[in-house]
């Protein structure tokens, strides 16, 4: 018994003595300074787009000629829409000003060309990340601000439930996208026989559609919510659930200035991360100031100057979430619900979120 009681005081001083040097540990390590943000590498050669950009003091953006949600003039003639956000959070990060665009609206067929020659500086336009694009073109993806689907719209009238039941139907595609090649393959690896009707523009496929011209129109689900959200009785409308293919839409820039796609991928990333940190256009400026937490700290400039690797100021992100706010914002103002489209996140919400999405927020560190 004597052996047992000696052993369990043992057991016992241990422990305290462990105890004794967690407890200093834990002091020591709340009064230790903050882990230093890690060098910042500046002498990778200078972007010339970026240099461009600062040196005319504006942003050429190219966007869409004029789709409801994504890029279109409001009645004052001021740009709005999803991409329009994202070109002037762009010009936020990099000037300061919000409003130092000039919106260049492109149609599918010219879109790449006017990148490739250097009339804009980015593209945002709706554009599908896809091989023949990156690899084969030689353009330069950013990053996916949008997955989205291709989908077919049709009449409540016709009683349709898939479009596996548009045999024979004419169905209007737009020249220049992925829409038709997309049709094509749904049709024909199912053995459907369909007739396609192929427009110049987006507004030309859904004007023939209104028209009656043809009997379906195809194309990203966004687009199609657009489309009917201008027709005239947009409630004898119906977006078919088929969805025949995938639509990771973003930004994209010319080939060999690997900078200036940083700055592109990293503005979109920033928003991103701010929807996911909580850090919104209401509360950025206090955030920026009495934020704890560390990964707040280095998304809004307030600790390390991650902004130098980009060309950029300390607050480059902080300028951009001033002005148009965080992901979440823009996609509801835009696109979700507080517009006329009224679209659900879906894919498109946050990868923690319930239900969770595909949008990720890449690190600060």
Known sequence: ??????????????????????????????????VPAPAVTTDRPESPTLVAVKRRGRL?????????????????????????????AMAAAILGDAEAVRFVPLSASDRFAALDEGRIDVLWRNSSWTMSRD?????????????????????????????????????????????????????????????PVVLPTEEA????????????????????????AVLADSQAHTILSDVVSKEPLGPVVRAGDDRWADVVRWTLNAVILAEELGVTQ????????????????????AEGDFGAMLGLSKTWAKDAVSVVGNYGEIFDRNLGSQSPL????????????????????LPIR
Request: proline fraction near 3%; charged fraction near 25%; hydrophobic fraction near 40%.
């Open 1 to 34: 018994m004597r052996i047992m009681a000696i052993g369990a005081m043992t057991v016992l001083l241990l422990a305290a003595a462990a105890c004794g040097r967690d407890d200093t540990r834990r002091a020591a390590e709340d009064d230790a300074p903050p």
């Open 60 to 88: 050429n953006c190219g966007v869409h000629q004029g789709l409801v949600g994504f890029a279109h003039t409001d009645n004052r003639g001021q740009w709005r829409g999803f991409d329009a956000d994202f070109c002037r």
């Open 135 to 195: 690899a084969g073109e030689g353009f330069v993806f950013a990053g996916v601000n949008y997955y989205d689907g291709q989908g077919f719209l049709v009449r409540r009238s016709l009683s349709l439930n898939s479009a596996t039941e548009l045999n024979g139907a004419r169905v209007c595609v737009q020249a220049g996208s992925t829409a038709q090649a997309n049709a094509d393959d749904f049709f024909r690896s199912r053995g459907i026989p369909y007739r």
């Open 205 to 228: 496929a859904r004007d023939a559609y209104g028209r009656e011209d043809c009997d379906a129109l195809s194309a990203d689900i966004s687009a199609l919510a657009a489309s009917r």
């Open 282 to 301: 209401g509360n950025v400026e206090a955030q920026a100031k009495d934020a704890r937490d560390p990964r707040i700290r280095r998304l809004l400039g």
């Open 342 to 361: 009224d679209l659900a996140r879906g894919l498109n919400a946050q990868w923690n979120g319930r239900p969770p999405g595909l949008i990720y927020g």
